[in-house]
């Protein structure tokens, strides 16, 4: 089988999305399928077929995309900065699909709505079309509404975004969710067809996440303090303002920690600023990105993730396979995959009072945190196993082709009548 996997998004800043692409294609690739990846250049200078280097540069079509999309004829895509920037980036995205062709696939996966709206706008007579949407859009624009992208057309912002979040999990033969939560606001909110939906987790390379566990850590822990650790985007949907706010309070009361954040984002600075305003310099140390997620955590205590919108995190899927308590927020998808006082604790969204509550509990109380540790390791090695989820992405793809075979001969059929 020839499978194109596709996403809008810059593919080496894809950060979770990109991680399971990867891993996708090798797995698919080790069965006997013949796998590409399409998406945007990191600076978003062009598309291109990644393993091919087949690409389109972005400065060849933008005179052209000026000169259709101006304002003149397209006022509405102006009057807001978003929706102009989405939709030159979309038409480019859909010109560069076609130009680098996609005939010759048997089945394209894409990852987002926004690429599944691109593709099946230019997609050939042949391939299937499945999408595996790794979270709501719409709903993550709809914060972004109410502060960086605040202004006065936000209104008409979101109803661009609610109407893409409604093509794109409806254009493809089957949507793939990797949990209830999302289902339920495609479904109710957005109107797709229960019957198009399917739900199952993704699947993880386990072994050899375990294996990179035992590598060097190039960050030294301490032998006195406990390692609590958060890793993740440095963005404010993922509640890292909360995190610190939390050490604060557990600063006042004890000394017997520190916490590691270990990512990169447009908050970085702030969060920097807000942890110097707490005093907690010493006591919380940023490392940026890095490629040792597997042996940092190996060397921590307790995993954080405080998001205030979340669908499901590669960043928990890993922390549970290294056998460590989890502490999240009750946000989206995440209470699937943490059950609260099993694997983990829960704390509400937001709530900074009630993650140092957590915090200290574990800090507090050895054996409850091993416990946890060891339930979680227990049931995110066999719960997230990549061949299962594999299996599944690939019954989906045999149940695309047959279904938009079915519906070709159906529309043959009714031209003869």
């Not at 950060?15 to 797995?27: H, R, S």
Request: proline share 4%; hydrophobic share 40%.
């Amino acid at each position: 089988m020839k499978i194109l996997l596709a996403t809008y998004w810059a593919i080496p800043h894809v950060g979770g999305v990109w991680g399971y692409m990867k891993q996708l294609k090798e797995k698919l690739v080790s069965l006997g399928h013949e796998v590409d990846l399409l998406g945007y250049s990191e600076n978003n200078e062009y598309v291109y077929i990644v393993n091919e280097d087949r690409r389109l540069e972005k400065d060849k079509v933008l005179p052209l995309l000026n000169a259709k999309l101006n304002e003149q004829v397209y006022p509405a895509i102006h009057i807001n900065s978003l929706i102009k920037s989405t939709e030159f980036q979309r038409y480019f995205f859909e010109l560069a699909a076609a130009y680098l062709g996609l005939d010759k696939y048997d089945v394209i996966h894409t990852q987002d709505v926004i690429s599944t709206a691109s593709i099946q706008r230019v997609r050939p007579k042949g391939p299937a079309l499945v999408a595996i949407l790794h979270g709501c859009v719409a709903h993550e624009i709809r914060h972004q509404l109410t502060t960086i992208h605040k202004s006065p057309t936000s209104h008409m912002a979101r109803a661009y975004f609610d109407e893409l979040e409604c093509t794109g999990a409806s254009s493809a033969e089957y949507t793939i969710v990797a949990n209830n939560w999302l289902k339920n606001i495609l479904t109710n909110e957005f109107l797709v067809p229960d019957e198009q939906i399917k739900v199952f987790h993704y699947g993880y390379d386990v072994e050899n996440f375990v294996k990179r566990m035992k590598e060097k850590s190039p960050v030294k822990r301490p032998t006195d303090k406990k390692v609590i650790i958060f890793t993740g985007r440095l963005v404010e949907l993922k509640g890292v303002h909360h995190l610190i706010s939390a050490l604060g309070q557990l600063k006042e009361s004890r000394n017997d920690w520190v916490c590691w954040i270990v990512g990169d984002g447009d908050k970085k600075a702030e969060l920097r600023v807000q942890t110097k305003a707490l005093g907690l310099e010493e006591d919380v140390l940023f490392f940026g990105s890095r490629d040792v997620i597997p042996a940092l955590l190996a060397n921590s205590d307790i995993y954080v993730l405080p998001s205030l919108l979340e669908n499901q995190p590669l960043s928990v899927v890993e922390a549970q396979i290294a056998g460590m308590p989890v502490i999240v927020s009750d946000a989206g998808g995440l209470p699937e995959i943490v059950e609260h006082q099993v694997t983990g604790l829960i704390s509400p969204a937001g709530d900074s009072e009630a993650l140092y509550q957590n915090l200290n509990l574990l800090l507090d109380d050895e054996k409850l945190r091993k416990t946890l540790g060891n339930n979680a390791s227990k049931w995110g090695r066999n719960h997230w196993a990549l061949d299962k989820g594999v299996s599944n992405v690939l019954d989906v793809y045999h149940s695309a082709i047959s279904k938009l075979r079915k519906d070709e001969e159906n529309v043959s059929a009714n031209r003869l009548h």
